[in-house]
């Protein structure tokens, strides 16, 4: 947990046991004004995700701030804003636990998808399945979230995370080669399936990160 983050650490845990349902949507995060709108996270995502988040470039965070709260950040609070932004990202993510669609992550598994390679067929798939224009409609982060993970098979998304995350070693014959050359098919680039394309982790890339905020 970086720096700063521990502030935060229990408006996390909170929304951790949370019911969807019942709990408000949040439009402010630890006592600051927030637009909670699924672009910036997923903006946030991209940038983790394709390496532009780390100590020597904190411009693209600072960009995402920006976005993200509705009054400039004073410089000294930069560390707390951050460790705060990664912390309503991540309870989003809580709030996609326990579905069925998307495909668990694990360690040695491949990413079912990444948001900046896959935005046409999320798009696509939010059209099909619920009537949502992404283009056009701003959906809460915790909702994004919930009904991403939730997507119905039908949806090409849904069946492409499958197809990423499938063990080809559970199939045979003509199956497993129909799998294989879908898997091929809609492969992930190469840099992102070696495993750069995981959620935001706070505890393994943030530290040298916010250490640039203190110069």
Known sequence: MPPGANSCW??????KMADLLTAHLPDSWH????????RHMVRLSNAYAHGRLDGEHPEEALAI?????????????????YGCMVDFYRAGEQAAAGTASEPDNGPEKPPAFDYHCDAGYIVAAFQQAYGIDLTREKVHWFRFRALFAALPEETL?????????????????????RYADLQERFALPAEL????????????????????FRH
């Not at 229990?10 to 929304?15: E, F, H, K």
């Not at 006592?31 to 699924?38: E, S, V, Y």
């Not at 998304?157 to 080669?177: C, F, H, N, P, Q």
């Not at 399936?193 to 250490?211: Q, T």
């Open 10 to 15: 229990l408006s996390w845990q909170r929304w």
């Open 31 to 38: 006592g600051r004004r927030i637009d909670p709108d699924f």
């Open 65 to 81: 701030m920006e976005r993200f709260y509705h009054k400039p950040v004073p410089p000294e609070q930069l560390p707390d804003a």
């Open 157 to 177: 998304m849904a069946k492409i995370m499958s197809w990423r995350t499938m063990d080809l070693s559970e199939y045979e014959g003509s199956m497993r080669d």
């Open 193 to 212: 399936r070696g495993g750069a394309a995981r959620v935001v982790s706070v505890e393994e890339h943030d530290a040298a990160f916010l250490a640039r």
